[in-house]
C-alpha cells in the first residue's frame, strides 16, 4: 500500500506578488480584504486556480503575515482552496497551529469545508469580501452552513467583519466566468 501525504505548491508569481507586501501594515479592513480580492483576480488572470484568495494579517500591527490561493485544479486536491492554503502557510511559517493572533482575510465568505478549518486553525478573526450567494451564482457548491454560522465563530471568539466592498468583490468571479474558468 502506498502512503501520500498532500503537498501544495503555489504559483511562483504569487510568492514574488508578497514578497512586496510581506511586512506592510494595511490599516483598514476595506484594504486587506481588497488585497485577497485583487490577488484572486490575479489568480483568474494568470490561469493559475479559482477566483479566491486569502491571507493572515497581525491583529496587532496589521502587518501581512503569508497569503493562500485557491489551487484546487493545479493540485488535483479538493482541499486546496484559498483560505487552507493561507492557513496552512502561517501554520508552516509560525511552526505552530494555534493562529491564535491572527486575523484571515478572505476574498470571499468561506465555504462549509473552510468553515471547519478556520475553526480548527485557532484564528482570532475573519474578514471576508464576497457574500456566499457570488459563489454560488458563479455555480461553485459551497456546501450547507448553518444559517448562523458567523455566530458560531463568535460563540468561540472568533471576530467576524463582512461582507465588505460590495460588488467590487465580484470582479474575480466575473472574470472567471469571461474566461471560461471550469466549475468544480
Not at 514574488?16 to 483598514?28: C, F, R, V
Request: glycine share 10%; aromatic share 10%.
Amino acid at each position: 500500500m502506498e502512503c501520500f501525504v498532500p503537498e501544495i505548491r503555489i504559483p511562483e508569481w504569487l510568492e514574488t506578488y508578497a514578497e512586496k507586501l510581506y511586512g506592510q501594515p494595511l490599516p483598514s479592513p476595506e484594504e486587506r480584504v481588497r488585497l485577497t480580492v485583487e490577488l484572486a483576480a490575479e489568480n483568474v488572470r494568470r490561469g493559475t486556480g479559482g477566483p479566491f484568495a486569502a491571507a493572515l494579517f497581525d491583529c496587532e500591527n496589521r502587518r501581512l503575515h503569508s497569503i493562500g490561493i485557491n489551487v484546487v485544479l493545479s493540485s488535483g486536491q479538493s482541499f486546496a482552496h484559498a483560505e487552507m492554503t493561507a492557513i496552512a502557510a502561517a501554520q508552516r511559517k509560525t511552526g505552530r497551529i494555534d493562529l491564535a493572533g491572527f486575523e484571515l482575510v478572505s476574498s470571499c465568505e468561506p465555504c462549509v469545508m473552510c468553515f471547519g478549518g478556520i475553526l480548527w486553525s485557532g484564528v482570532s478573526a475573519l474578514l471576508y469580501g464576497a457574500p456566499g450567494r457570488m459563489a454560488a451564482e458563479t455555480g461553485f457548491d459551497e456546501g450547507d452552513k448553518v444559517p448562523d454560522w458567523h455566530n458560531s465563530l463568535e460563540f468561540r471568539g472568533i471576530r467576524v467583519c463582512g461582507p465588505l466592498l460590495g460588488e467590487a468583490a465580484r470582479k474575480p468571479f466575473e472574470l472567471y466566468r469571461k474566461l471560461g474558468g471550469v466549475i468544480y
